[in-house]
Structures are given as structure tokens and as C-alpha cells.
């Protein structure tokens, strides 16, 4: 089943507690992304990577990293959390082979607390 | 400064009746519009779709408008039935797969 996988989906911790919240694709898809929900502000991009070893700022990456060292994996790294990253977390990926469909495929969601 | 908007945070419409959640942009350089759908505890799903080259595009119940001199899109389901109740999310492109800009979601309830 082609999917995107999330772990972990719930996650309370600590200012300043690293944590790693992993990203896994099994659809070969070069493009992954991650984005944050939060109320009245929708999904906003945090990091993207258009590939292995390729990665990019989105919208709001104060405060994330990201790696790309294999095709299917994009983990998203929180060095020191603090309380204003408490959010919905979503993982994303897609294809460039198709050069009209743009859809992205979300996991499942992380919903980080940061107390 | 949000590029993608979605003034109406909540929809109730009556079952059976038509939908209609709309969205407008800023940015004229987006050339491809996308609607996701999404039920919670779930991450959202592709709905439909539409290019910057057409003005309309339909799927079954589903139908995306797009206006471009207006800047606006919105989208048509047409009968409503309960399990569309949802949170909906319209998306623009400005010339790459990877990177949407999302509005901020408009939570649709169909009534019995």
C-alpha cells in the first residue's frame, strides 16, 4: 500500500528536549516536505527536499532541521523545543514525473506538545 | 502576510444541497490550485484540482472553479452528503510540485 508514514503520531516533552519526529515514503518519490497546522493559520511549510541531500526553507523553519540521506526518509529535527512549536505536525511527498499533477501525499500527522 | 485565503472558517449546509467553499490568492505568478479534504486524526487527502490554463475542472460531485482575474477559486460539491463533513483546504503553486501554500481551512458540517 503506498503510504506515508509518521512516528511518533502523539508526543509530549520538555523546552529544550531534542526530539526527532521520522518521515518514511514508500512511493519512490523524489519531493518531501514538512509543514506545521495550526488554528486560523492552516498548513505551513517548514523545510522541503527536492531529493537526496537536497533541502530547502519553507515558510517557517526557525527552530527545525531536516536531512535527506536517503530517498524514502526526511526526519524532522527539533534541537532545543519550545513551547510555541506545540503544533500538528504533517510529513508530505511527491512526484516530479508527472509535470501536470502536484498533489502531495500527507502521513498521518504528529501532534507535538511542548511544555 | 497570507497569500492564500480562506475567509469562511465554518460551513453548515443541509444534506442533499450544494457546497460551495471559496478561496482567494494574492500571488499571481500561482499557475495550479489544489483542494484537500481532511477528516481529523488524518493527515489531508487530494481532492481535486485545477491549472491556471482552465476555468473549470470536475470530478464526480466535485467541481473547482477558477476565476483569474478575480483571484479566486472555489469549490462545488453538489449533492452534499455527510461524509463530506470535513475540514477543506485550498493550495496554490507557483511552478513547482513541492512547494504549496495552504490556506487556512474551512470546516464544512452536512446536516441530516
Known amino acids: 500500500e503506498a503510504q506515508v508514514t509518521q512516528n511518533p503520531r502523539y508526543l509530549i516533552t520538555v523546552t529544550g528536549k531534542k526530539l526527532t519526529v521520522t518521515c518514511s515514503q514508500n512511493m519512490n518519490h523524489e519531493y518531501m516536505s514538512w509543514y506545521r497546522q495550526d488554528p486560523g493559520l492552516g498548513l505551513r511549510q517548514i523545510y522541503y527536499s527536492m531529493n537526496v541531500e537536497v533541502t530547502d526553507k519553507g515558510d517557517v523553519p526557525e527552530g527545525y532541521k531536516v536531512s535527506r540521506k536517503e530517498k524514502r526518509n526526511f526526519p524532522l529535527i527539533l534541537e532545543s523545543p519550545s513551547p510555541n512549536q506545540t503544533s500538528l505536525y504533517f510529513c508530505a511527498s511527491t512526484t516530479n514525473r508527472d509535470a501536470f499533477s502536484y498533489e502531495q501525499y500527507f502521513g498521518p500527522g504528529t501532534r507535538l506538545t511542548v511544555t | ?112
Open chain 2, 1 to 112: 502576510d497570507q497569500q492564500v485565503k480562506q475567509n469562511s472558517p465554518s460551513l453548515s449546509v443541509q444534506e442533499g444541497r450544494i457546497s460551495i467553499l471559496n478561496c482567494d490568492y494574492t500571488n499571481s505568478m500561482f499557475d495550479y490550485f489544489l483542494w484537500y479534504k481532511k477528516y481529523p486524526a488524518e493527515g489531508p487527502t487530494f481532492l481535486i484540482s485545477i491549472s491556471s490554463i482552465k476555468d473549470k475542472n470536475e470530478d464526480g460531485r466535485f467541481t473547482v472553479f477558477l476565476n483569474k482575474s478575480a483571484k479566486h477559486l472555489s469549490l462545488h460539491i453538489v449533492p452534499s452528503q455527510p461524509g463530506d463533513s470535513a475540514v477543506y483546504f485550498c493550495a496554490a503553486s507557483a511552478g513547482g510540485a513541492q512547494k504549496l501554500v495552504f490556506g487556512q481551512g474551512t470546516r464544512l458540517t452536512i446536516n441530516p
